[in-house]
């Protein structure tokens, strides 16, 4: 019977575990409505007339924590060249990832008649620290011994296209097709390349409302999974502010309807002088939840070395209020 306690307990950890690091380097929630579009895409750094700080803290279910900075820019007033770079730490229960991503993107204008036009190629590297640590375990004491770390290193690939107010992304996330020193490769699958594509139109009258419908579509290479997220957000100016209220709903269609995912995310924001914030809340329906509570994640941002806005109606690149 102690036996079996223990495999039972190593398989639970197992599967809690890989839920994490089975995915991307950093799990991907609707954090990037946001004005967080650059930890999806690569080629979303320094996109904008502004570079951008941004700190998340998120709690997705219990004893599951996400914690990311980013900031990225252009290198100079006139050059095409940018940069950026994101932290991050993501618990797990025993298991962590605690990483950093580098990235270099350039960016083309292709003015046509004085509007927006821009095609930008991104490119990103990361390592990443992943841990298992049950020094904390209460059950069998010869499982709260295990302690491993080990890094691995991936990197990701993006194309985006901006044209007045349409914007659209493509990035292929975990290029390298093995996420060497994954510390439970015997219990998932190695290959964790992700193509994801996104794509959203900016309208609406800057007096009253504006509008940003908007897609994005996953599919993870190596387990077959595919979701589709269906986004619309709205836009109030005011005096002195801007106020925006955005709403997600992520469904998975992978043909197993055993594991099904089905998710609703509201969002509220606010867009004050060069600062944002954002309150994002996530809840999970259909046949896979794993926290009833939902999640919860906000957000903090500050725009800098802010240049002449551009000749584009789509708010990720002219995000300052």
């Known amino acids: 019977m102690k036996f079996l306690f223990r495999v039972s307990i190593l398989i639970l950890f197992f599967s809690s575990a890989s839920q994490t690091s089975a995915q991307e380097t950093l799990p991907i929630f609707s954090d990037y409505l946001s004005d967080n579009v650059y930890l999806l895409h690569p080629a979303a750094a320094g996109i904008g007339t502004c570079g951008k700080v941004r700190l998340t803290a998120g709690r997705y279910w219990e004893d599951n924590e996400l914690q990311t900075?980013?900031?990225?820019?252009?290198?100079?007033?006139?050059?095409?060249?940018?940069?950026?770079?994101?932290l991050f730490n993501d618990k797990n229960g025993f298991h962590s990832q605690k990483g950093v991503q580098g990235t270099f993107a350039y960016h083309l204008d292709l003015f046509r008649g004085g509007e927006f036009n821009q095609l930008s190629f991104g490119l990103s590297l990361g390592a990443v620290q992943n841990t298992v640590d049950q020094t904390t375990f209460t059950g069998d004491p010869t499982v709260a011994q295990l302690i491993e770390s080990d890094f691995y290193f991936n990197g990701d690939f993006g194309v985006a296209y901006h044209y007045g107010g349409l914007s659209s992304y493509f990035t292929v996330?975990?290029?390298?097709l093995s996420a060497k020193g994954n510390l439970n490769d015997r219990f998932e699958p190695l290959n964790l390349r992700n193509y994801i594509f996104g794509a959203g139109y900016f309208f609406g009258n800057?007096?009253?409302?504006?509008?940003e419908p908007s897609v994005m579509l996953q599919f993870k290479e190596g387990t077959s999974e595919n979701y589709l997220d269906i986004n619309m957000k709205v836009y109030k100016k005011l005096d002195k502010a801007q106020l925006w209220a955005a709403l997600s709903y992520r469904r998975s269609f992978d043909g197993n309807p055993v594991q099904e995912v089905q998710q609703i995310t509201p969002i509220l924001g606010a867009n004050v002088g060069q600062w944002m914030f954002s309150y994002t809340y996530s809840?999970?329906?259909?046949s896979v939840v794993f926290e009833n509570a939902g999640f919860?994640?906000?957000?903090?941002?500050?725009?800098?070395?802010?240049?002449?806005p551009r000749a584009s109606a789509c708010p990720n690149i002219n995000g300052s209020f």
């Not at 996330?173 to 390298?176: I, Q, T």
């Not at 800057?206 to 509008?211: R, S």
């Open 206 to 211: 800057e007096e009253k409302f504006q509008y």
């Open 173 to 176: 996330k975990n290029l390298f």
């Open 69 to 86: 900075l980013s900031f990225h820019s252009k290198l100079g007033e006139d050059t095409n060249a940018s940069a950026g770079v994101v």
């Open 296 to 308: 919860h994640q906000l957000t903090v941002g500050v725009n800098v070395l802010c240049r002449r």
């Open 283 to 286: 809840k999970q329906s259909g």
